[in-house]
């Protein structure tokens, strides 16, 4: 099949700029996702009816891969709905009810909520998909407690995951960056190691860091600003969402337990928590040695299989939930009826998630991101070219929705870029890689782990792109300060000073903007 070429062509933003004014302007995000799909089959195919075939095959693609099942697709789906049932189970054996009821022992406010679910993003930090769903099943008795607005709850999932998991080396973004600096760095023959080089990028990671500087901030002041200024007043009259909107929340009503233990849902937990890490190193372990090579940590979590081992911990922690609920001789038909129950509240996510992903590979196919690259390398000016490549990777993080794809494209045409023009500054370019991948993450309302923020919030999605994207925008425009200032002087002391001041300017004008409201007195 001969797909017509865009990747020189400014049309190749059309499908992704459609599907976001659809996505915001219908709040309908399936429908977006899925007409955007639509008009890219069409675009590629000269709007011939061969467009229908390519769509179908790039749907099968998703589930069928080589003639098997996609194990990747397979694990994540399985992983949703295992979480869903464990949270189902821990549901009715009344855990969740006792750790709510034991959080407002400890939890006196809601400021204390606030921070309860940013301190369980930071310590959650494995993986994106892991840290949405599990910290919102956990936090969300607790925010709904207080009458913390859902989309506030999405906006401090979101806003720990991502910064959180590029930060740190033994996490799935990061092994995945490490293996994409080691390949890029030995086909350039670069003598620096790749787990060297991603440490020394986390003190330039300006928009990641500023970002949980601004959450920790927000949920300890309650700095509400935009639209989550009228969020958090309405949840304050007992709307935690705008019903208008569609309710987030599951049809499936699942019966609420008294007698459960706060230690179960903790073990749980930590169940979850510890077997997907040691998942992930095993996973890596025996991948390296079919490839014969020597273990190390960070080598192994490089090619660990991620989606296995969500799987794992999710079993796991399941099985736990069940033991439990068996415990206290509830009937074996409700229990079975539970589980089944919180697989299929679910089905939302996988459906949301199908739609992302299928978007996802025809945007690729349209070829965006390379569009966007050859703006890079069309504009080159040493010294603004750390904001420029930031700025252009928080664009095509933004229009694809993929920060994943973001840097597989990106960091080896900035290691082109760095080899060819100044070596020395190669790792602040990859550092504005990643910054401004995640800023367009943030941004996106086409993006799979802001979807899946939503998800675990229970929050209407669109209502969370709204009520995130002053937040983002207020730290990457500090970030992007950072950037101009470290690629003109070099010294990355005075590109912090002038981020920051600008950061704190920033918090302040918006503080006079945005006055605190009656929301500060129930702090």
């Known amino acids: 099949m001969n797909l017509i070429n865009y990747s020189d062509s400014i049309l190749s933003f059309l499908v992704p700029l459609v599907t976001i004014i659809l996505a915001i302007s219908t709040g309908r995000v399936v429908v977006s996702l899925l007409s955007g799909a639509v008009l890219g089959a069409f675009m590629l195919n000269g709007f011939d009816i061969q467009a229908i075939s390519y769509l179908f095959a790039k749907l099968k693609n998703i589930f069928i891969s080589d003639g098997s099942i996609d194990l990747w697709t397979l694990n994540i789906f399985l992983f949703l709905m295992l979480l869903g049932s464990m949270t189902a189970l821990l549901t009715l054996n009344g855990a969740t009810s006792a750790f709510a009821q034991w959080a407002h022992?400890?939890?006196?406010?809601?400021?204390?909520?606030?921070?309860?679910?940013?301190?369980?993003?930071?310590?959650?930090?494995?993986?994106?998909?892991?840290?949405?769903?599990?910290?919102?099943?956990?936090?969300?008795?607790?925010?709904?407690?207080?009458?913390?607005?859902?989309?506030?709850?999405?906006?401090?999932?979101?806003?720990?995951?991502?910064?959180?998991?590029?930060?740190?080396?033994?996490?799935?973004?990061?092994g995945y960056i490490i293996a994409l600096l080691g390949t890029t760095f030995a086909a350039h023959q670069i003598e620096i190691g790749s787990l060297s080089a991603y440490v020394q990028m986390i003190p330039m990671n300006f928009y990641a860091i500023l970002a949980l500087i601004l959450v920790v901030y927000t949920a300890y002041s309650n700095f509400n600003i935009a639209a989550m200024a009228r969020h958090e007043e309405r949840a304050l009259q007992g709307h935690l969402y705008y019903e208008g909107a569609g309710a987030p929340e599951s049809s499936i009503n699942i019966r609420e337990g008294k007698n459960g233990r706060v230690f179960e849902l903790?073990?749980?937990?930590?169940?979850?928590?510890?077997?997907?890490?040691?998942?992930?190193?095993?996973?890596?372990?025996?991948?390296?040695?079919?490839?014969?090579?020597?273990?190390?940590?960070?080598?192994?979590?490089?090619?660990?299989?991620?989606?296995?081992?969500?799987?794992?911990?999710?079993?796991?922690?399941?099985?736990?939930?069940?033991?439990?609920?068996?415990?206290?001789?509830?009937?074996?038909?409700?229990?079975?009826?539970t589980v089944a129950k919180g697989a299929f509240t679910m089905r939302d996510a996988l459906v949301v998630l199908t739609a992302a992903w299928l978007i996802g590979a025809v945007i690729k196919d349209i070829h965006t991101g390379q569009y966007i690259a050859s703006i890079v390398e069309a504009h080159l000016n040493l010294a603004l070219l750390p904001a420029l490549i930031f700025t252009l990777s928080a664009i095509m993080a933004f229009a694809t929705g993929t920060s994943w794809g973001t840097f597989g494209i990106m960091i080896a045409i900035t290691v082109n870029i760095a080899t060819a023009s100044d070596p020395e500054q190669m790792l602040v370019l990859l550092s504005a890689v990643l910054s401004g991948a995640v800023m367009g993450d943030h941004c996106s309302p086409i993006s799979d782990t802001t979807i899946l923020s939503s998800i675990g919030a229970r929050s209407n999605h669109i209502d969370h792109v709204k009520t995130q994207l002053p937040y983002a925008l207020l730290s990457g425009s500090a970030a992007l300060c950072g950037f101009l200032v470290l690629g003109m002087t070099g010294s990355l002391a005075l590109a912090w000073l002038v981020s920051f001041i600008l950061f704190i300017i920033l918090i302040y004008g918006l503080r006079k903007l945005y006055p605190a409201s009656k929301t500060a007195s129930a702090i």
């Open 105 to 174: 022992t400890k939890v006196k406010s809601r400021r204390g909520a606030s921070l309860l679910t940013v301190a369980l993003g930071i310590i959650l930090f494995i993986d994106d998909y892991f840290n949405a769903l599990g910290v919102g099943a956990v936090s969300r008795p607790v925010t709904d407690s207080f009458k913390i607005s859902r989309a506030k709850l999405a906006y401090l999932i979101d806003s720990t995951s991502a910064p959180m998991v590029i930060m740190t080396p033994i996490s799935s973004w990061g």
């Open 266 to 337: 903790f073990l749980a937990v930590l169940i979850l928590v510890f077997v997907t890490i040691v998942a992930l190193v095993y996973t890596g372990y025996s991948a390296m040695g079919m490839q014969n090579h020597n273990f190390g940590l960070i080598e192994a979590l490089e090619v660990s299989d991620v989606g296995l081992s969500l799987v794992y911990g999710s079993g796991s922690a399941l099985l736990t939930a069940l033991l439990f609920t068996i415990g206290k001789k509830l009937e074996l038909l409700e229990i079975v009826k």
